[in-house]
């Protein structure tokens, strides 16, 4: 084994492209199987299923493998090039969160962590395995315990040298290696990330309640969206920045250096009705290198057609309209919603007395009859 196997592990993580390493413990106290149990103890996790059917193996580190002992965290920068807050100011286009406007960062993190990985196994010696967040490894305590940063009040990452934009992947490992110092916590009186966040979903300081959270709402629940959280998404289609965006620690983060991460033109700023319109072949060529493709075309669509509803376009209900007749019965329901919102009351009666005995969906039966509150008649438009 090299006579300072860190010093090496972080010039080779360097040469790769990593911009914080971290070494920690793993076959010590582990507080953070603790808070995850209350967490699903509480249904915090809504429909993540596979949070509570993976609990015993996320309790600790070691439950992945027995035989690891000591953890490699890195991380990648992914800071944005713009204020991302400043995307919710534009209600006709859509607001998609910082890290899905680049490439797939579950790739471009796995195919470095590997090449880390075959060179520790050629010049260091030991077993290892390598993590990103596909696995049922918490990578963000761990990166805690090793120094990369602390859990904020939001429970992400925030760095001192990135603020809260980090990819993180880890490298367990059976080699004894000498754990980093952690950082501490540097959020002190600070709550701009529970303020800012529009559905509240912080029932405390270092707590998430998952259902809430739009990032959840977004991008992992299935079906219709809890009406309560439909008009505080705004704009927002894929996942929320806010609470990561007004961190005052981002006022260190530079841009990103890895072009993978650099935003496309076509993800920043999107028009809404250019995406409503898209059908699942359209879907899959945008996305093709974008995590956006995990959700599929239909929930992607409901998205839009929520942001849709919340533009205050009345020129957008064209887009809505011509959705009433989509096969997803949750991309009809979305279209009700919205045109309920951009339609005067007058019209979108007439409308809803048309559709609503032809449609065969019960949800979305529901979704013409609810009593949604209805933009002004000088406001709307006839479809």
Same mark, same amino acid.
């Given at each position: ?57 996320? $309790?600790?580190?070691? $439950? ?29 286009? $859509? ?163 890895? $072009? ?124």
């Amino acid at each position: 084994m090299e006579a300072d196997p860190k010093s090496a592990i972080r010039a080779q993580a360097s040469a790769l492209g990593f911009e914080a390493v971290g070494f920690a413990r793993v076959d010590a106290p582990w507080a953070a199987g603790a808070r995850l149990s209350e967490f699903v103890e509480l249904g915090r996790h809504g429909t993540m299923d596979w949070m509570a059917e993976t609990y015993e193996r996320r $309790a600790h580190p070691q $439950a992945m493998w027995a035989g690891a002992r000591s953890a490699v965290v890195l991380g990648l920068n992914y800071g944005p090039d713009e204020d991302p807050m400043l995307a919710l100011e534009r209600r006709d286009r $859509a607001n998609i969160s910082v890290y899905a406007r680049g490439e797939d960062y579950h790739e471009v993190v796995k195919k470095r962590l590997k090449r880390l990985g075959r060179w520790m196994a050629e010049s260091l010696g030991g077993e290892l395995r390598v993590f990103v967040d596909t696995a049922p490894l918490m990578e963000k305590p761990l990166a805690e315990a090793a120094g990369l940063g602390w859990q904020g009040k939001h429970t992400n990452l925030v760095s001192r040298e990135h603020g809260s934009w980090l990819f993180l992947g880890a490298v367990l490992t059976s080699l004894e290696l000498e754990p980093d110092q952690p950082v501490g916590e540097h959020c002190g009186s600070c709550r701009a990330c529970l303020d800012v966040c529009p559905t509240k979903a912080f029932p405390a300081p270092f707590q998430l309640d998952a259902r809430r959270c739009l990032s959840y709402l977004t991008i992992e629940r299935r079906g219709p969206m809890p009406r309560e959280f439909r008009a505080a998404m705004g704009n927002r289609i894929y996942g929320c920045d806010d609470c990561l965006a007004v961190c005052p620690w981002n006022k260190f983060a530079a841009v990103a250096r890895e $072009a993978a991460f650099h935003h496309r033109d076509t993800l920043k700023a999107p028009l809404l009705a250019e995406l409503a319109g898209l059908d699942d072949a359209g879907f899959r060529a945008l996305f093709s290198k974008s995590p956006v493709k995990r959700i599929g075309r239909d929930r992607f669509v409901r998205n839009v057609l929520y942001a849709v509803g919340n533009s205050g376009e009345p020129g957008l209900a064209q887009a809505a309209r011509a959705l009433l007749d989509d096969v997803s019965p949750v991309v009809r329901g979305a279209a009700v919603w919205s045109l309920s919102r951009l339609l005067d009351e007058a019209a979108f009666d007439a409308l809803r007395a048309e559709r609503e005995p032809l449609e065969p969906d019960p949800e979305v039966r529901e979704e013409w009859t609810a009593p949604i509150p209805l933009i002004p008649a000088e406001a709307g438009i006839q479809v």
